[in-house]
């Protein structure tokens, strides 16, 4: 996969990041922003950015239907934080554990 990364500062100035298919399609995104890019980045690391997938391998995934019935997924740090999540509803669970695996879940 040649997914192109991108970290960026949003409107409040804090640090998010962004993970984009060949296709343009995003396939991964912060859930939330960080006051400084190293932890940013660390973030990142937990949905595989310079293939790091072992930073929260004791996060807990739940996939559930969201209000328009379409299928999400979100990741839960042992802190019960959520530390990750879908950017976008699939009409299946397949292709959404597919998402997921892209960012992750094993």
Same mark, same amino acid.
């Given at each position: 996969? $040649?997914? @192109?990364?991108?970290?960026?500062?949003?409107? @409040?100035?804090?640090?998010?990041?962004?993970? *984009? &298919?060949?296709?343009?399609?995003? =396939?991964? !995104? /912060?859930?939330?922003? %960080?006051?400084? @890019?190293?932890? +940013?980045?660390? $973030? &990142?690391?937990?949905h595989g950015y310079q293939e790091s997938l072992t930073t929260g391998s004791t996060d807990r995934?739940?996939?559930?239907?969201? $209000? !328009?019935? @379409?299928?999400?997924?979100?990741?839960? &740090?042992?802190?019960?934080?959520? =530390?990750? #999540? #879908? *950017?976008?509803?699939? /009409?299946?669970?397949?292709? +959404?554990? #597919?998402? !997921?695996?892209?960012?992750? %879940?094993?």
């Amino acid at each position: 996969m $040649n997914d @192109k990364w991108e970290f960026y500062q949003d409107r @409040k100035g804090e640090w998010r990041w962004r993970r *984009t &298919a060949p296709n343009g399609n995003i =396939v991964g !995104a /912060s859930s939330e922003g %960080y006051k400084s @890019k190293s932890s +940013c980045v660390s $973030n &990142a690391r937990r949905h595989g950015y310079q293939e790091s997938l072992t930073t929260g391998s004791t996060d807990r995934w739940e996939f559930y239907k969201d $209000n !328009a019935g @379409k299928w999400r997924w979100r990741r839960i &740090a042992q802190n019960g934080q959520i =530390v990750g #999540s #879908s *950017t976008e509803g699939y /009409s299946n669970r397949v292709d +959404c554990e #597919s998402n !997921a695996r892209r960012n992750g %879940y094993r």
